[in-house]
Nanobody
Framework: QVQVVESGGGLVQPGGSLRLSCVAS????????MDWYRQAPGKQRELVAGVSVGNTTNYADAVKGRFTISRDNAKSTVYLQMNSLKPEDSAVYYCAANTHYWGQGTQVTVSS
């Protein structure tokens, strides 16, 4: 059974940092591209960052220079380091494996 589980969300002040983690089990992790998406209330889900099987990364323009995606195949885990957070980064963040298997999401709220 495939499971994708995100963690690390929470409430943080503007300018602060959070690190999200996503563990995927039941799949051969190293063969899957991994992505982070987010969805704010009333908005469509959007791609935040992705990391390929070959460790190539890509980012949405809104987060370039502030967020870093990385993967640890030995731990079947993908991370999203988020720095210099802004209120507009507030959303539910989802992890996806090959955009086929999805987690339940973790809430990130950036507010003073």
């Amino acid at each position: 059974q495939v499971q994708v589980v995100e963690s690390g969300g929470g409430l943080v002040q503007p300018g602060g940092s959070l690190r999200l983690s996503c563990v995927a089990s039941g799949i051969t992790f190293r063969f899957y591209a991994m992505d982070w998406y987010r969805q704010a209330p009333g908005k469509q889900r959007e791609l935040v960052a992705g990391v390929s099987v070959g460790n190539t990364t890509n980012y949405a323009d809104a987060v370039k220079g502030r967020f870093t995606i990385s993967r640890d195949n030995a731990k079947s885990t993908v991370y999203l380091q988020m720095n210099s957070l802004k209120p507009e980064d507030s959303a539910v963040y989802y992890c996806a494996a090959n955009t086929h298997y999805w987690g339940q999401g973790t809430q990130v709220t950036v507010s003073s």
